[in-house]
């Protein structure tokens, strides 16, 4: 059986495969998080808390949203307001 020799390259794909989770695991541990579950979310096998925020911004009513809309609307017409009373005592400043 003829040796084979390693190549540079080779060496650091072998390399690379066992530094880098290394390099993750240490990390996620150096920062007090769960490193296996911080993977599963990375790869996604384990669905994230996000889907969980949009089943709760789902269930508020329509009417909340209107009313929000509603408020939102009208402090922005009273800051138009306001502008334009600055515009004016600007422009008889001068």
Do not use: W
């Not at 190549?7 to 072998?14: G, L, M, V």
């Not at 007090?32 to 384990?46: A, H, R």
């Not at 925020?53 to 909340?64: I, L, P, T």
């Not at 509603?70 to 334009?84: C, G, H, P």
């Amino acid at each position: 059986m003829p040796k084979r020799r390693v190549t540079p390259f080779t060496r650091f794909f072998i390399a690379i495969i066992i530094i880098v989770p290394l390099a993750f695991f240490a990390a996620s541990y150096i920062n007090n998080e769960d490193p296996v579950s911080n993977f599963k979310e990375m790869v996604g096998i384990e669905q994230t808390t996000s889907t969980q925020k949009k089943v709760s911004a789902d269930s508020h009513s329509k009417n909340e949203f209107e009313e929000q809309i509603e408020e939102l609307q009208s402090s922005l017409r009273e800051r138009d307001k306001e502008i334009e009373q600055l515009r004016q005592q600007l422009k008889d400043c001068q």
